[in-house]
Nanobody, 116 residues
C-alpha cells in the first residue's frame, strides 16, 4: 500500500484555479524530495514539478512555470500544488510521487479536467 493520497482535483473552466493536496502517511515523507507528475489521456507520464526535502528548492516543467506552485508542510506530512490560469492542455490525472523528478512510488491520483 502506497502511503500517498491525492485530493483536490475537479472540473474547472479555463483560467480558473485549483489546489491539489497529497497526504502522506509514515515517516518517509519528511526524508524525501517529492514531486507531482501527470498523465493526460492517451499520453505517457509527465513530470510537472519537484521540491526538495526542506522546500527550499523547486523546479517546474516549462509549460507550467509561472502558473503552478509546489509546496510542502512537513509538520502535516502534506504536499501541495497550486494550479493557476488553468488551460485545456493541463487536463490530466495528477499524482504525487517520491523523488524530485518522480520515479518513486506514487498515489492513486486526482483528476483535473479543464473545460468550458
Amino acid at each position: 500500500e502506497v502511503p500517498l493520497v491525492e485530493s483536490g482535483g475537479g472540473l474547472v473552466q479555463p483560467g480558473k484555479s485549483l489546489n491539489l493536496s497529497c497526504a502522506a502517511s509514515g515517516a518517509a515523507f519528511v526524508y524525501n524530495p517529492m514531486s507531482w507528475v501527470r498523465q493526460a489521456p492517451g499520453k505517457g507520464l509527465e513530470w510537472v514539478s519537484g521540491i526538495d526535502i526542506n522546500g527550499m528548492t523547486t523546479d517546474y516543467l516549462d509549460a507550467v512555470k509561472g502558473r503552478f506552485t509546489i509546496s510542502r508542510d512537513n509538520a502535516k506530512n502534506t504536499l501541495y500544488l497550486r494550479l493557476n490560469s488553468l488551460k485545456a492542455e493541463d487536463t490530466a490525472m495528477y499524482y504525487c510521487a517520491f523523488g524530485f523528478r518522480g520515479g518513486g512510488a506514487r498515489g492513486q491520483g486526482t483528476q483535473v479536467t479543464v473545460s468550458s
